[in-house]
DNA sequence: TTATTATACGACATGTGTGTCGCTTTTGTC
DNA sequence: GACAAAAGCGACACACATGTCGTATAATAA
């Protein structure tokens, strides 16, 4: 027998998802949801209790996802640099998306849920971690000089962060937001 | 005649302030407000219509206070380069003061609030115009070398930006901590 | 001391979200 | 088609925050 329940959740996480993005986390309320979603209190109850229950299927829904695309452009390329490229590219590319309110969403569910948190340090510690397989390959292939490759690669993410996170809130130019990308390139790379 | 309103306005505020920094924006009721300061619901919404108004007063006091310690700081020493690790390192004790939430619930308030979202602006704006100030004394002083000022002071703010609104989910140690300021002295010191 | 006014109180009516539960409808199987 | 199980419904009781308002208390002036 094929489940039709599992469909029915995928449809309410990702009613709920919009909702995440447009308001945050904490306002977001089990009504809300139903109503995004066209189901009635019981429907939606049968498969999650809480909007932390449903949040916490949305974060696994879109790790996997995300793991898939970083994992899938380090095989693609080959030189270093381009690959670095590519991740600042892909990241600005979150940061300019409708969708960026969930970076947002993210943070306050980590502050709202302190049993919750050691998921973002997850996040976090997996973003480090990709970005020190690139840097590692990039001094092997002479394209990166030599620089403390775990400082430089937690800067990143903080910074990236930043970005994402307060995309909502505050105006960052096209043009502001390539020179900041350059600034992060000018700590691996060779050229001064 | 000395006004005691203006006197119980503030202890609200202070009082406010403190479950701001442990729950953020969103999650505090008029009613933990009354509570956290002893006082009755109809006494509280005397002063303050909404946890909204509430907050508002509690920036802008804020507000002022930070500029009177960044001017201070600017006038007191000589050296450029002294400045500005005076300036990493007021922002550090930021970080690691238990009224640290404070940042993460100003961003919570931002979001949740797009009417008031002119004021975060203004505080970056601000932030990155002491940073300028700074960057160009230190050039003509001959401390700092040849660099794109906006960019390394957008740069700075977000990152500084991100460590303080996350210092409450993520775990950073006072080494990396350090690492992190080199990294961004760099960014303008002479000295490769 | 008394009158006046600013300050503070807390009960109340209202609005809104929560979680449950018995019932109906749909789906899949024999 | 009949039956059982899964999925979906929405009314209900409950909990909690809001904002108001008539009353009480404290402060100040005459």
Known sequence: MVSKGNQTKIRIVEAATSLFAEKGYVAVTMKDICERCHMSRGGVYRYFASTKEVFISMLDMDFEKNLE??????????????????????????????????????????????????????????????LLMIFEYGQKTGAFKDFDHEAVAVHMIYFMDSLKTSSTILDISDEMLSKQMALLSNMVNRFE
Chains 1, 2 share one sequence.
């Open 69 to 130: 695309i970083v994992t899938a452009c380090i095989q693609e390329e080959t030189d270093a640099d381009t690959i670095l490229k590519a991740y600042f590219k892909q990241e600005i590319e979150n940061i300019r998306s409708p969708q960026s309110g969930l970076y947002f969403a993210i943070h306050e569910f980590a502050f709202a849920e302190p049993d919750q948190r050691f998921k973002m340090n997850q996040r976090v510690h997996d973003g480090i971690r990709i």
